[in-house]
T-cell receptor
Framework: GAVVSQHPSRVICKSGTSVKIECRSL??????MFWYRQFPKQSLMLMAT?????????EQGVEKDKFLINHASLTLSTLTVTSAHPEDSSFYIC???????????FGQGTRLTVV | KNEVEQSPQNLTAQEGEFITINCSYS?????LHWLQQHPGGGIVSLFM???GKKKHGRLIATINIQEKHSSLHITASHPRDSAVYIC?????????FGTGTRLQVFP
């Protein structure tokens, strides 16, 4: 089946630094990728939708200057958490949809801890 | 009221039991997904449904579009089935998630 690879799986960074999370579709072209955030024991919260070659669409309340999303190719989207603060600590997960738009494939997630 | 409601929120079972998780939604949809999230956090898509019924191994998913309801069944449950099961509906381009059902299967 289709695979979405998300990297890194865990990262610890210092306050004020930036962290980049990558999401790759390994065996299909992903026209659309979604970035989610999940707090403990809560459901996934959509942060933004990215389409290849265009600007990401952010959900209400998500700071686009803080969470930079780039979808430069049909197989790669990146989420950069800029000037990280401890409250940005969370589980981030990406999802990709193929060009046939028939399924949603999820990455393994990234647990970010800001100290 | 959430647009996607799952029940039960928590479920414990003995190995071998038949398990049912329910999902009700209040919006028109083009598809419904059942997802499995293990303790490590990774999510696996189990089914995508737009009508009827699908079966994969010991898992069966059904959907009734008119009643806006879907069920996920696990036959002959096993401890490795322990996970959070999430129902997600797709009214247009993005998914709306239920809060999940935490399943624990004991040997």
């Amino acid at each position: 089946g289709a695979v979405v690879s998300q990297h890194p799986s865990r990262v610890i960074c210092k306050s004020g630094t930036s962290v980049k999370i990558e999401c790759r579709s390994l065996d299909f072209q992903a026209t659309t990728m979604f970035w989610y955030r999940q707090f403990p024991k809560q459901s996934l919260m959509l942060m933004a939708t990215s389409n290849e070659g265009s600007k990401a669409t952010y959900e209400q309340g998500v700071e686009k200057d803080k969470f930079l999303i780039n979808h430069a190719s049909l197989t790669l989207s990146t989420l950069t958490v800029t000037s990280a603060h401890p409250e940005d600590s969370s589980f981030y997960i990406c999802s990709a949809r193929d060009t046939r738009d028939t399924e949603a494939f999820f990455g393994q997630g990234t647990r970010l801890t800001v100290v | 009221k959430n647009e996607v409601e799952q029940s039960p929120q928590n479920l414990t079972a003995q190995e071998g039991e038949f398990i049912t998780i329910n999902c009700s939604y209040s919006v028109g949809i083009s598809a419904l997904h059942w997802l499995q999230q293990h303790p490590g956090g990774g999510i696996v898509s189990l089914f995508m449904l737009s009508s009827g019924k699908k079966k994969h191994g010991r898992l069966i998913a059904t959907i009734n579009i008119q009643e806006k309801h879907s069920s996920l069944h696990i036959t002959a449950s096993h401890p490795r089935d322990s996970a959070v099961y999430i129902c997600a509906v797709r009214p247009y381009y993005k998914l709306i998630f239920g809060t999940g059902t935490r399943l624990q299967v004991f040997p």
